[in-house]
């Protein structure tokens, strides 16, 4: 029998933005903000309830940004739980994906719900329902499945249908909250005297807006949504950035409008406010309040009610057809890559849905919409999405840092770091917000992601599989134990081995640094394989790799406890990276052939983004092979941390006979710091006898040129450099002194980056 040929399911690309930008509306007008305006404004009174609607859209649009970007670079289902795997692993991805699967399909049941409500009180009120045989509780719970069953068949048929019908519930209902809103100032308008309303502003003072903002901001989640729909959207870098961007900025305009109109709708003195503010007189229905502020804007409360009612019916089943999309995707993500069963990442060959992801996600929805205290868990949900939305702000900051120039981005954010930083303040606080408004949302959270934590450890560690962007092990061999040797203490050193060709010559000019130290040394090798070569055949590279390292472990094994480590990364430098963060590197050591490169790096791919990144002290030699012995070193200097441990590495390199040359270059008499006394701190911070090290200072206009010429006319036997304090990023315009130097010496060279201060700490940790 003829072999079946191998066929690959994929999901259908059927989104255009505009279905895309509504799916997000949908899910954000949903029937939070109808509930939550009462609330808001019992909280924190009329410029309360502006105020959290603005302040909480800002904060939105800032997250939004970060799933904007993320989504650009990282175009495929499955949102945060992709954005997490790439940044933090697989634990933290698969606990990403797991809150959001159970948040969105607990939002689900709640929408659900609150379509059942609100379409049978009204029908209630009209007197049509008389003839149950049961009570109104239990017709509510059949509404709501019968309501959610409906859009989990909607969501099978696949995302052409799921985009078109999820696109007409939710022009519905922006039509119905627009008229909502264009009534309420209109009214005023009219009748300016209900302008007042707005008095007194702030009437429980500024410390209840943070209440009214955490209680509210479930009507701005949503937008995430749109970061699942990675693999079915037309053009995704460009058309998912804009959709998040545009439906966050629609929300908070109409919101701020419904909120206008929700303050204006009763008139000062009205009879039924019993000498109440209107304000007080809203806030005291909570929950539905806002029904009854509407019914009071129309000419007669049938009108509003019916107004309120089918705007709550089409924000709702918008609402739940998004969440059932997002939840579903976000399972199909974890099963794609193994986190969860691989049965979850089955696509119908017919519809090009993920079937047995949705099938999951309706019994989640269908379980809480019956038998859960939906408002407290859907709260709990509320306070998940916070923390993906956290996680994200984290997410953005880490992959831009270390990964930026791997990934063809569609939209990158103004201001970074500032706007994440700032998104990620905001949501601590509004999670404050939430634990005064439901202790139950934080002891379900404390259920639910805990068990997600034993899922993990039990079934996913073992069976998640590899991601282009994971670093993956091949072999590693731990040093044996030398009991003479206090491990804690050893200064760990970590050479990076790029070409076995050269790499004894490499590990023998690092044998004095090591000595000096008395170092426990990695040895690394970063397998270099061809993006087009799949995983599954990345070991047939490694062979060269493993010649290499047994020949260096040959040299120093008998000196010093040495670790050998080879590892594949489709990217050198991030790979190198990791595993200083990994294994807490004290200092790096690199080689580094000489070669000019093309494009925007000054020394090269892999030695720029290294010596950026890496949270440690970074040596990197240039033509140091063989056994040279540097009798005369010239270390060209300006101050600083870098300068210092310049000096260091040279007093280390050079012969136990050499001299030091401590070299600075003034462009006109009196300029530049004093090089004495820089000079002689070092020479007693690091105990030089008297005669090793000395100075030497001359006046040109050339820095570079009068480096190279003191590098010649001196006869030194190596140069050594501290490297530059500007980022990468400001580079790009202007070569800086080290690198040109580095780049037109031809003479031995060495290049040293101090770890120092805040910035290695950041960068050790992000």
């Known amino acids: 029998m003829a072999d079946e040929p191998n066929v690959h399911a994929e999901l259908s690309r059927d989104l255009s933005l505009f279905h895309v930008t509504m799916m997000g509306l949908g899910m954000m007008i949903g029937a939070g903000v109808f509930i939550g305006i009462g609330n808001s404004m019992y909280v924190a009174g009329p410029g309360g309830l502006l105020l959290t609607f603005a302040l909480n859209g800002l904060i939105a649009l800032f997250t939004a940004m970060s799933f904007a970007e993320l989504s ?34 607990v939002a689900g049941a709640l929408y659900a719900v609150v379509f059942a409500t609100y379409t049978l009180d009204f029908f209630a009120q009209l007197g049509l329902l008389e003839w149950l045989p049961f009570g109104l509780g239990i017709a509510r719970k059949l509404v709501a499945v019968g309501i959610a069953a409906l859009f989990v068949y909607i969501n099978y048929r696949g995302s052409s249908e799921t985009g078109k019908i999820g696109a007409f519930f939710t022009l519905g209902q922006m039509g119905f909250v627009l008229a909502i809103a264009v009534v309420g100032i209109v009214t005023a308008a009219v009748d300016p005297q209900r302008v007042a309303n ?126 059932i999309y997002s939840a579903t995707r976000a399972s199909y993500a974890l099963g794609r890559d193994r986190m969860l069963p691989g049965a979850f990442s089955k696509i119908s060959h017919k519809r090009r849905t993920p079937y047995v992801a949705l099938g999951f996600t309706s019994l989640i929805v269908l379980f809480c919409a019956t038998a859960l205290p939906i408002m407290d868990v859907a709260a709990s949900a509320s306070m998940m999405f916070l923390a993906l939305f956290l996680m994200v702000n984290l997410c953005v900051i880490k992959v831009r840092l270390n990964m930026g120039d791997e990934l063809q981005y569609g939209f990158v954010m103004p201001l970074f770091p500032l706007l994440p930083i700032v998104a990620i303040v905001c949501q601590i606080a509004l999670a404050g917000g939430i634990l005064q408004e439901s202790p139950v949302a934080w002891i379900v959270a404390a259920v639910w992601v805990p068990a997600g934590i034993v899922i993990y450890l039990v079934y996913s560690r073992t069976r998640a599989v590899a991601t282009e962007e994971e670093i993956h092990v091949f072999e590693q061999a731990e040093a044996p134990r030398d009991s003479r040797r206090p491990v804690r203490a050893a200064h760990r050193v970590m050479v990076s081995v790029a070409n076995p060709g050269n790499a004894l010559a490499l590990v023998r000019q690092t044998y004095r640094l090591c000595e000096a130290r008395e170092a426990r040394v990695e040895l690394l090798h970063m397998v270099p394989v061809p993006s087009q070569v799949p995983l599954a055949d990345a070991d047939r590279y490694m062979l060269e790799g493993r010649e290499g390292i047994l020949e260096t472990m040959l040299y120093l094994a008998p000196q010093f406890p040495v670790n050998t480590h080879l590892r594949y990364c489709r990217n050198v430098a991030r790979g190198i990276v990791s595993a200083v963060r990994e294994k807490r590197i004290d200092t790096l050591i690199l080689g580094w052939h000489g070669r000019i490169p093309r494009g925007v ?70 300029d530049g710091f004093d090089l004495d006394a820089f000079a002689a701190e070092q020479a007693k911070r690091l105990k030089l006898p008297a005669g090793r090290m000395e100075t030497k200072a001359v006046e040109a206009r050339r820095v570079v040129d009068a480096i190279l010429e003191e590098a010649e006319q001196g006869d030194y036997d190596l140069v050594v450099l501290g490297c530059t304090e500007q980022p990468l990023l400001r580079q790009l315009a202007q070569t800086t002194v080290p690198e040109a130097v580095a780049r037109r010496c031809d003479r031995p060279l060495v290049m040293a980056k101090a770890a120092t201060g805040i910035r290695s700490w950041l960068r050790r940790w992000i």
Request: aromatic share 12%.
């Open 72 to 105: 650009s670079a990282i175009p495929r289902a499955g949102g945060a739980y992709n954005f997490a795997r790439i940044a933090f692993g697989r634990g933290p991805s698969f606990l990403a994906g797991w809150v959001e699967w159970f948040a969105s399909s």
């Open 198 to 323: 707005f008095r007194p502003f702030m009437p429980r003072g500024w410390g209840a807006l943070l209440a009214s903002m955490g209680v509210i901001y479930v009507a701005f989640e949503g937008f995430e949504v749109i970061a699942q729909a990675g693999d079915e959207t037309v053009e995704p870098r460009k058309n998912i950035p804009k959709a998040m961007l545009y439906s966050v900025f629609i929300v908070t305009i109409t919101y701020v409008l419904v909120a206008i109109a929700a303050v204006v709708a009763v008139r000062p003195g009205h009879p039924d406010l019993a000498g109440a503010q209107p304000w007080e007189w809203v806030g005291s229905f909570r929950d539905t309040g806002f029904g009854r502020a509407v019914a009071r804007l129309m000419p007669t409360p049938f009108v509003g009610y019916l107004l309120v009612s089918m705007a709550v019916v089409f924000s709702s089943t918008s609402a739940l057809n998004a969440t």
């Open 601 to 670: 790096f000054r020394l090269g791919s892999t030695i720029d983004p290294v010596i950026e990144r890496s949270p440690c002290n970074v040596v990197v030699f240039k033509g140091c092979g063989g056994d040279q012995v540097f009798r005369r070193v010239l270390v060209p200097v300006a101050g600083g941390p870098n300068g210092a441990y310049a000096l260091e590495t040279a007093s280390i390199l050079a012969a136990d006979d050499g001299r030091v040359t401590a070299f600075t270059v003034r462009r006109r008499t009196g």
